[in-house]
T-cell receptor
């Protein structure tokens, strides 16, 4: 499975945008880019996924580089509830292969 | 629609015992995956079941096994428990088991402590 690299931690202030980067230089043409997050004491939850084009949903936006070697998860206005571990996952099969993720802290 | 439920939520066992954990997927979902989460190794994929058949398996010893019933409910079993099996065991369900997978919906997990 192709690997992803994420910063260990990031900090943000409430109501400010947050850009969470992910590098995946060994991505193959069929790998989908998935983002999940895990809030404290909960199971992971799906955030967004994409293949080549940028994607938007009610939770976030996903910006994918043209060469697909990196992507950025964008939370448009962070809230305290967005404090979580964010996982960037390359998926070419049914299993989710999690890395260490980025721990996002949000301050009021 | 009810989410993924896991029982029990907490469990304490001693070394050498065996344990069975249960997972009820979201209604209509036919794929169930199991993951182990520990502070040292993070989240690791155990196995996936679809239509009562194991479709995919992670790199875990044979002491870890599972099954899926006709109503899509799933159980996982760990035999001869070791201290290192202490972990949060997460179950996730999805509609299907296509080549690139569907969104997985996770349950709250079962916290297993092995003494």
């Amino acid at each position: 499975d192709a690997k992803t690299t994420q910063p260990n931690s990031m900090e943000s202030n409430e109501e400010e945008p947050v850009h969470l980067p992910c590098n995946h230089s060994t991505i193959s043409g069929t790998d989908y880019i998935h983002w999940y997050r895990q809030l404290p004491s909960q199971g992971p939850e799906y955030v967004i996924h994409g293949l080549t084009s940028n994607v938007n949903n009610r939770m976030a936006s996903l910006a994918i580089a043209e060469d697909r070697k990196s992507s950025t998860l964008i939370l448009h206005r962070a809230t305290l509830r967005d404090a979580a571990v964010y996982y960037c996952i390359l998926r070419a099969g049914t299993a989710l292969i999690f890395g260490k993720g980025t721990t996002l802290s949000v301050s009021s | 629609k009810a989410g993924v439920t896991q029982t029990p939520r907490y469990l304490i066992k001693t070394r050498g015992q065996q344990v069975t954990l249960s997972c009820s997927p979201i209604s209509g979902h036919r794929s169930v995956s199991w993951y182990q989460q520990t502070p040292g190794q993070g989240l690791q994929f155990l196995f996936e079941y679809f239509s009562e058949t194991q479709r995919n398996k992670g790199n875990f010893p044979g002491r870890f096994s599972g099954r899926q019933f006709s109503n899509s409910r799933s159980e996982m079993n760990v035999s001869t428990l070791e201290l290192g099996d202490s972990a949060l065991y997460l179950c996730a369900s999805s509609l299907t088991s296509g080549p690139f997978g569907d969104t997985q919906y996770f349950g709250p997990g079962t916290r297993l402590t092995v003494l």
